[in-house]
């Protein structure tokens, strides 16, 4: 008996939605917390910055992440799962230095800026996430 093939949705199109909700979350971040800024001018500009940022925070928690988990497990399980609260604000503080350093305008003053941040940015995402179809997003 062989099970009914699903139609997938295309790859390039379910990264590009990843993005776009990642770059919408970190432009309400940047509206809601102090201390993290956007700046560059024009709108073209602020879109361009605000995606280039989104490929960056994609890279940072996809290469430092899971080895931050590994190591860090004893503390995630000290604290019941906190102290990934303290990793996504300095991920996110390290996404707004890296962002500086490139020559973007995007700033992140400090860990609770990026702490707030990545508490908003993860809300954003998460909300923008149920009202995206899932045949578009495949995560």
């Known amino acids: 008996m062989s099970m009914p093939v699903q139609p997938r949705g295309n790859a390039a199109v379910a990264f590009v939605v990843r993005v776009i909700v990642v770059a919408v ?3 309400v ?14 709108t073209g500009r602020k879109v ?16 430092l992440k899971p080895l931050i988990k ?5 503390l995630y399980v ?9 990793v996504n604000g ?30 908003v940015v993860a809300i954003v995402g998460f909300v923008l996430h149920l009202i995206i179809p899932d045949s578009i997003d495949r995560r």
Do not use: H, Y
């Open 90 to 119: 300095l991920l996110f503080w390290l996404v707004g230095t890296l962002s500086k350093n490139v020559g973007l305008p995007f700033v992140v003053d400090g860990f609770w800026a990026g702490f707030w941040g990545a508490i």
């Open 29 to 42: 971040s940047t509206l809601v917390v102090s201390g993290i800024e956007l700046g560059g001018g024009s």
């Open 70 to 74: 590994v190591l860090g497990c004893p």
């Open 48 to 63: 361009g910055t605000l995606v280039v940022v989104a490929l960056i925070f994609g890279i940072v928690n996809a290469v």
């Open 25 to 27: 979350a970190v432009w």
């Open 78 to 86: 000290l604290t019941l799962g906190l102290f990934g609260l303290v």
